[in-house]
């Protein structure tokens, strides 16, 4: 059995009832000795351990310094009243870099692992600090795009098929000292 996601598939969280109904005859549920059932018997699922969400998942975009290597996180999503809500039920969820195309000026690092409460939280694809120019740190905004499961995939563009994930990574932007509460530049 599948559930087929598509445009219409975009609905509230809900438990599967399923009902089969085994027929008798000859068109029927037969053994291998050729005997059949007497008469139709009908069979339903117990779907009340189980939950079909319509879910997708999102990077989150990043920024940084130049000089150092940024965590783009992942998340899982799913689909509650018209709106995406963190899915904090997901704990099985893995990721790899390695699904991660990423643009100029970076490029993936190395990192894997599995998302808790539907999040990577302060892990996820690393991202290399840029030096287009060996010894001088470069700025710019990487794009960076997941290949996501098949399940997790969502229409971002409109077009009606479903894309991977995509989000901006920005070297070269820092907010700034900690400590410093308030600044103003004199002229």
């Known amino acids: 059995m599948t559930y087929l996601r598509n445009s219409v598939a975009e609905v509230n969280p809900f438990s599967p009832q399923i009902t089969f109904t085994l027929r008798s005859g000859v068109s029927g ?35 940084g310094p130049e000089t150092a290597s940024l965590n783009m996180p992942l998340r899982t999503e799913y689909f509650q ?33 599995t998302l808790a409460g539907g999040s990577s939280g ?11 120019v060996p010894g001088a740190p470069d700025t710019g905004d990487a794009t960076v795009s997941y290949d996501a499961p098949a399940w997790l995939e969502y229409d971002y563009d409109g077009d009606g098929s479903p894309d991977n994930p995509e989000a901006t990574a920005s070297f070269g932007l820092n907010r700034g000292h900690e400590r410093v509460i308030y600044r103003k530049e004199v002229r």
Do not use: F, H, K
């Not at 099985?92 to 190395?110: E, H, I, K, L, R």
């Not at 302060?122 to 287009?132: E, F, K, R, V």
């Open 81 to 113: 009243d018209g709106d995406y809500l963190l899915n904090t039920d997901d704990d099985c969820t893995v990721w790899d870099s390695s699904n991660a195309t990423v643009s100029a000026p970076s490029q993936a690092g190395s990192s894997s692992g």
């Open 29 to 63: 549920v037969r053994d291998s000795d050729g005997v059949s059932m007497n008469s139709a018997v009908p069979w339903q699922t117990d779907g009340s351990g189980a939950t079909v969400r319509y879910g997708r998942m999102r990077l989150e975009d990043t920024y």
């Open 122 to 132: 302060s892990d996820g694809i690393l991202l290399q600090a840029p030096t287009s």
